[in-house]
């Protein structure tokens, strides 16, 4: 009867320590389905709050602007000029040598050349790179 006793409680001790062990993790996924919709919730005032604080702590795009017509070539003119939503610059620019426009603004890298219609001038696209 001994020997039983002695070769029972470690199993009974096993055997309850697994039941406990299932009820807190079945607990921990119910918790976390509830909180769920919250964190999501959370997740996404922290997103905007970060772009907010991109879009306050870049320059405007009309000091962009102007900073930028004051480097481009003379002969050299913006076609469009836009920030999305992360802040990133892209720009594209007409002109009769591209690798004076592009040297102009270091700041941005060329990611695409097209010759213009008609006059012979090289369409640039500029990003800012990530």
């Keep these: 009867m001994l020997a039983v006793a002695i070769l ?3 199993l009974l001790t096993w055997g309850g320590a697994a039941i406990l062990t299932a009820r807190v993790q ?3 996924r119910a918790i976390a389905r509830r909180a769920a919709p919250q964190l999501a919730e959370q997740a996404a005032a922290q997103r905007s709050r ?3 604080q991109q879009a306050w702590s870049l320059p405007t795009l009309g000091t962009t602007l102007e900073d930028t017509a004051r480097d481009l070539p003379k002969d050299a003119a913006l076609l469009r000029v836009e920030r999305d939503g992360a ?21 941005l890298r060329a990611t695409a050349q097209a010759r213009a219609e008609g006059d012979g001038r090289m369409r640039v696209t500029l990003e800012q790179p990530r």
């Design 8 to 10: 029972a409680t470690p």
């Design 26 to 28: 079945e607990e921990g």
């Design 50 to 52: 970060v772009l907010l």
């Design 87 to 107: 802040g990133k610059l892209s720009m594209e620019v007409v002109a009769p040598d591209p690798d004076r426009v592009i040297a102009a603004l270091p700041g």
